[in-house]
């Protein structure tokens, strides 16, 4: 699995941005990466915790705008997102972020096929 190199709170452009060991580049906007969070309150409970985000999350119209704060790295393994409603209860493990990645090469290969 790879790990990043850096991490990088974009507030003009709202996004979150992380390089990769492997060469890759994930950007994920404010918005999206927020209606994603994987907490239980956010996913509707501890039953649903491992299931994934709507794969369209970053292209759905928002229902709020979210803005990132802060980022605490979790042990070697994930993120801890700080959002300016207070939220701060997902853990986003570095596998669920590359799976997550919006970019279009990603993408494609999520799509079934």
């Known amino acids: 699995m790879p790990k990043p190199t850096a991490i990088q709170i974009s507030k003009s452009r ?64 994930a993120l801890q997102l700080l959002w300016h409603d207070g939220h701060k209860y997902g853990i986003y493990s570095w596998e669920y972020l590359r799976g997550l990645c919006p970019c279009e090469e990603c993408r494609l290969k999520q799509t079934p096929k």
Do not use: K
């Not at 979150?16 to 994920?28: A, K, N």
């Not at 918005?31 to 369209?56: F, I, Q, T, V, Y």
């Open 14 to 77: 709202r996004v979150l941005v992380i390089p990769w060991d492997d060469g890759h580049r994930s950007e994920y906007p404010f918005d999206g990466l927020r209606a994603a969070c994987p907490c239980a309150s956010c996913r509707g409970g501890h039953e649903n915790m491992g299931a994934p985000p709507d794969p369209n999350v970053f292209s759905l119209t928002p229902m709020q705008t979210y803005e990132l704060l802060g980022a605490d790295l979790v042990g070697s393994y």
